[in-house]
Structures are given as structure tokens and as C-alpha cells.
């Protein structure tokens, strides 16, 4: 939104109120010593090639704490002997600068706009904390992000800590407004996941399939949370495949796993389709599998229930079925091990899930399948729910039936915990075998 000479404000339709964010500041400033002063740096901005960079994207934590998505930001808390005093450090106005790269919002702006008292020019980074720093007892900061402010760091001599933990206590939980944040992330990738299916048609190109999927992100003012992984035929079986370069023959799947971002919120979904729009039944044994195991798991998504649950409960559907389908032959407790460690994660090799939140595989938690003990499962989380089933006909290590050879299928959902039980935000994306196959290919030629 620009007015009043074309000043830059912040986005109005943003959808996480100032009166949050100090909620959230507070929160974390009650576990911080008074005698410490708080410095939360932004992201670098990382050179791509010469003068072009990497597209700019925030920090986690200063979004979270303020929703500073601008180069160069600092956070900053310290206490004046009476209450916190929360500080904004921003890029200047300069009119030189912003006619190349674009407008700043400005320290008036930062001060008036965002949720902090005071703001100042980064350029007075130096001067203004030095007194700060030395005056501390200790400093709360994330290093490694800002060499300069490092280095300030390093000359003050203070003892200094990491507030990550502390903050990440607190992101693990979302509050109603980051939930809405995050069903409109997962409504975003859920349409485009459709789009791509009705996009779909033997010898589609995986690259297609990712405009088709990546034009819908673009189209609603998002962007990829990760890049997008389009995987056809063997392609699928390799678990971060991001090449997409390759044709998509008759008769094969494709896994795609693409998600969005809104406000830097993530969405995380994983489907698998047959290009031609007709599962075989190779095909169709191993997806109602994965599926069967993915609902179980999505189950277990219970308040109290441990981090493992969910991954138990995938794995023991998994590890049945790998044996009903004569692909493992040994009893169920040998196909799972004794620490669901078992012949099944030959095929399912990874995690059933992780949280999801300001970061695709979000803080807080650990993941599913790790040793990890991980945190039990309270209202408010969101976790991502996984499974998947691997047979690579080039691995050496396996052994499987011929039908089965080459098949990579992996079904990926968001799922919000709640009192009621788990609340499906990706759910508007088609799963069932019926409705896949009346949506792949009825897009006609247009591939919207
Ligand atoms: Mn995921």
C-alpha cells in the first residue's frame, strides 16, 4: 500500500496484528535476565552472481517477533531499569538507493508502524549500542548473521547467550492468527497441487508440472517455502530430487512435493499421480499402502500422544503391508525391529513428519524417526504428515517384486493439533484414488 508521496507502509492485509507481536516480545522478554540486552539480526543478503543476489528472505526469528522483512533489520531489546524497551534498526531512507533497489520503509515508518518503541538507521548501529553493550551483563543474540554486529559483540567483551531456545518454546505453538496464516499457505499449495494434476498428461515434462505448480504461488503473491520437487517415474524414489528436467512417460507416477509461503508461513504437501490419469495396480497396491498408512498416522496426531506416535503408527501399517504384499518376508516384529528400526525402512527411510511453521522443518521439535524423544503433541502445533514408500530398481540393497520396481510414492499433509483432535489444513487437496484420477488430464490442453 503506498500513499502520502508514495511513502511504503506496511502491507494493510497483513493478517498478524502489532498487539500480537508485542504479545509475543513480552513472552520471550519475560525469560531474558533484565541486566541482558536482546539482538535479533536478520538474514545476510547472499550474492547469486556479481551484482545480482539471492532473493532477500527475512530471518525466521525477527519475523516472528516483528515481522521485519526488510535487508539489514536488527531487533533489539534492553531494559531501562523500569520496563523493555524494544528497538527496530532499519535500512535509511535514501532516495539514491531506492531509486535502484526499490522502496525502504524507514526509521519514522519502523517507529510508528511496527511493534517497537524506538527505531533507528543501521547506520548508527555502532553509536548506539556501544554504550548498550558495554553497560550489559550479558548479551542474548543470534550470532553469525551480521559480521558487523559480531564483531561489535566480540568487542564488548560480554558474555553472551543464545535465545533460540527460548524463542523456539514459543514458535512451536501457533496462535489463531498463525493458524489462519497457515491455512491460507496450505489453500494456496493445495490449489496448485490441483491445477498440477489437471495439468497432467503422458510425456509432461517435470519441469511443466513445477511452472504449473510455482505460476499458482506467483499468482497469489506467494512464493516456493522450498524448492519444488518433481519427480517422475524412478525419479520419485529419490527422497530431494530437484533436477526436473526430465520427461514423464505413460504408464509412470509423478511425486510432486511443493509448498508456499505467506508471510513467511510454509505449507508442505506431497502428492503422487499417475501422468496418464489410470493407476495401475502395481501402483494402486502401493499408494492405498502409503495412503492407508498416512490416515493412521494422521490419527495419531492426538493431544498428549508422544512425537513418535504418529511414526509408529505409519510404519506398523507400512511394515504389514510390505510383508501382505510378499516385498518383505520375515514376521511383522522383524520387519519393524525393535526401535522401528526394522527391514521396512529399507523402503520408508525417512521421518513421518516434522513441525511446520516460519521454517519448513520448523523449531521446537525434532524429527519424526530420529532418536530424538521430541516434545508430546499439544493444541497448536502444526506437523506435516509423511509417509512414503521407495523401491529404486537401481539400489543394490534391495530386493523387490518386478511390479514393484521403480515405484516412489509419498502422500504429505499439514496437520493442525487441537482439542478436537487433528485438523487437516491441506485437506482441500484430492488424495483419494477416485478423485485423483477424475482430475488428472481434465484441465484439457491449457494446463490451468
Ligand atoms: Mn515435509
Request: with cysteine.
Amino acid at each position: 500500500m503506498f500513499e502520502g508521496g508514495g511513502d511504503k507502509h506496511r502491507d494493510s492485509s497483513s493478517m498478524i496484528t502489532n498487539e500480537e507481536y508485542c504479545h509475543r516480545q513480552s513472552a520471550f522478554l519475560a525469560d531474558i535476565p533484565l541486566d541482558n540486552v536482546v539482538l535479533i539480526p536478520t538474514n545476510p543478503v547472499m550474492v547469486r552472481s556479481r551484482d545480482t543476489n539471492f532473493p532477500f528472505r527475512a530471518n525466521s526469528y525477527i519475523l516472528y517477533l516483528c515481522g521485519w522483512n526488510e535487508p539489514e533489520g536488527l531487533w533489539m531489546a534492553h531494559h531501562n531499569g523500569t520496563k523493555w524497551i524494544t528497538s527496530l534498526f532499519v535500512q535509511p531512507r535514501d532516495e539514491k538507493k531506492e531509486i535502484w533497489e526499490g522502496r525502504r520503509i524507514g526509521v519514522e515508518q519502523a517507529s510508528t508502524q511496527f511493534p517497537v518503541d524506538e527505531a533507528y538507521s543501521i547506520d548508527d548501529l555502532d553509536e548506539v549500542i556501544k554504550s548498550l553493550l558495554s553497560d550489559s551483563k550479558g548479551i542474548n543474540y543470534i550470532q553469525g548473521l551480521n559480521s558487523n554486529l559480531d564483531e561489535l559483540v566480540k568487542q564488548s567483551g560480554s558474555k553472551y547467550s543464545d535465545p533460540r531456545p527460548v524463542l523456539d518454546s514459543l514458535r512451536i505453538l501457533k496462535s489463531p492468527q498463525e493458524i489462519e496464516v497457515m491455512k491460507k499457505s496450505a489453500e494456496i499449495a493445495s490449489q496448485a497441487h490441483i491445477n498440477s494434476m489437471k495439468a497432467g498428461h503422458p510425456n509432461v515434462g517435470e519441469w511443466e508440472l513445477q511452472s504449473v505448480i510455482e505460476s499458482h504461488f506467483v499468482n497469489c503473491k506467494s512464493t516456493w517455502a522450498y524448492p519444488s520437487i518433481v519427480g517422475g517415474g524412478e525419479n520419485a524414489t529419490i527422497l530431494h530430487y530437484k533436477s526436473n528436467n526430465e520427461v514423464i512417460n505413460d504408464g509412470e507416477l509423478v511425486l510432486i512435493d511443493a509448498g508456499c509461503e505467506v508471510l513467511g508461513y510454509a505449507s508442505d504437501i506431497t502428492r503422487t499421480w499417475p501422468v496418464n490419469g489410470t493407476f495401475s495396480q502395481p501402483q494402486r497396491e502401493i499408494y492405498e499402502l502409503v495412503l492407508k498408512a498416512q490416515l493412521a498416522a494422521i490419527e495419531a496426531c492426538k493431544v498428549n500422544n508422544h512425537w513418535k506416535s504418529m511414526h509408529e503408527a505409519a510404519s506398523i501399517v507400512i511394515a504389514q503391508g510390505l510383508i501382505d504384499l510378499g516385498i518383505l518376508q520375515c514376521s511383522l516384529k522383524d520387519a519393524l525391529g525393535d526401535n522401528f528400526d526394522g527391514q521396512y525402512r529399507k523402503f520408508f527411510m525417512h521421518g513421518t513428519g516434522h513441525l511446520l511453521g516460519l521454517d519448513v522443518h520448523d523449531v521446537g521439535g525434532g524429527r519424526q524417526g530420529d532418536d530424538s524423544p521430541g516434545p508430546l503433541l499439544q493444541p497448536g502445533m502444526v506437523v506435516t504428515v509423511e509417509p512414503g514408500l521407495y523401491f529404486a530398481s537401481w539400489r543394490s540393497d534391495i530386493d523387490v517384486p518386478d511390479r514393484y520396481a521403480g515405484i516412489g510414492i509419498r502422500i504429505e499433509d499439514d496437520i493442525l493439533i487441537t482439542d478436537d483432535g487433528p485438523v487437516n489444513l491441506s485437506e482441500n487437496c484430492p488424495k483419494s484414488i477416485e478423485m485423483i484420477e477424475a482430475l488428472v488430464g481434465s484441465g484439457g490442453g491449457n494446463h490451468v
